[in-house]
């Protein structure tokens, strides 16, 4: 069984939301021994995961130091993130499998993910990334072509495009070092942004791309069987914070799209992984589901999480 798990920041930083080093190499460690579990029962594995707690590091570090050298575009900062995360996993995976006596050997795959220039998001960005800055600090950083935003009272806030991801470029190589036996480890932070030129080169671009989106493009180039997206919590809700929360167990592609539409996930948090799990089952996977780390297992499965399949014909 193939199946790719999308690991959400919280699998990447510390409880208290805290992205030092020891807080990441801890979080790691203990997400590991879950996927881990999975290698060892059999299952091919590609790993995918959230990047923002590192890439708002990054982003501190250019504003900081914006005055002495040129701040660092984000498809840098997307490398460099999915470098730094796959070494942790790559360290905390090998020791993992080691312990279960799993012969099986993890590798990282820097990701680009093609996106169309002409994307609606690059004409009005939208999606606020970093930390507020007073307006003479965001000004110096408007100078090197960056668009930033007054927030009022807390001040000015960065905005980037987050359009559409249309190809993981890389797909094929995760399938070969799958094919070749190992856990494959890719396409992190939604992949590195790149668009195609009118000669066909592509070249990176300032943006952002939803993991979750990545995740179920990267499944379906996989050929995978289920895709996993493990988050903070058991299930997604409907009713979030009212007398009438429910989670939402067993369900199709369907009926997820009338919940949505009613407005039940909101669009910055559960909303882009609601819909990448219903994109996967619609175009051709035989199981999707939302869950917490700890139980991707049970959800691989079906039987925990919400848990999302085509309706019996």
């Avoid at 993890?106 to 690059?122: E, I, K, N, S």
């Amino acid at each position: 069984m193939r199946v790719v798990i999308a690991l959400g920041g919280n699998a990447m930083t510390g409880d208290d939301g805290q992205a030092g080093p020891e807080d990441q190499r801890v979080a790691v460690d203990t997400a590991m021994q879950d996927v881990a579990d999975l290698v060892a029962a059999g299952m091919e594995v590609v790993l995918t995961h959230g990047n923002g707690p590192q890439v708002g590091n990054l982003l501190v570090k250019n504003e900081l130091a914006a005055s002495v050298v040129p701040p660092v575009p984000l498809d840098w900062c997307g490398a460099q993130t999915q470098a730094t995360i796959g070494m942790l996993v790559l360290n905390a995976l090998d020791r993992a499998l080691v312990a279960r006596g799993v012969d099986r050997r993890p590798a990282v795959v820097v990701t680009r993910t093609l996106v169309d220039a002409g994307d609606p998001g690059f004409a009005s960005p939208s999606k606020p990334i970093g930390r507020f800055l007073p307006e003479d600090e965001a000004r110096r950083l408007v100078e090197h072509g960056q668009t930033w935003q007054d927030r009022g009272a807390r001040g000015w806030r960065r905005v980037v495009a987050s359009p559409e991801p249309l190809q993981v470029l890389d797909a094929p190589a995760i399938a070969a070092l799958l094919d070749a036996g190992f856990v494959a480890v890719g396409a992190g932070g939604g992949g590195i942004p790149v668009v195609r030129g009118a000669d066909g080169t592509l070249r990176g671009i300032e943006a952002v791309i939803d993991k979750d989106l990545a995740a179920a493009l990267l499944a379906r180039s996989l050929g995978a069987d289920a895709l996993v997206i493990a988050t903070d919590v058991d299930h997604a809700m409907i009713g979030f914070g009212t007398p009438d929360e429910r989670a939402v167990g067993q369900t199709t592609p369907a009926e997820l799209r009338d919940l949505a539409a009613a407005g039940h996930f909101a669009g910055g948090s559960m909303g882009p992984k609601v819909e990448a799990a219903i994109r996967f089952v619609e175009q051709g996977g035989r199981l999707s589901a939302i869950t917490s780390l700890h139980r991707i297992g049970d959800a691989v499965r079906g039987t925990a999480g919400t848990v999302i399949q085509a309706a019996e014909t």
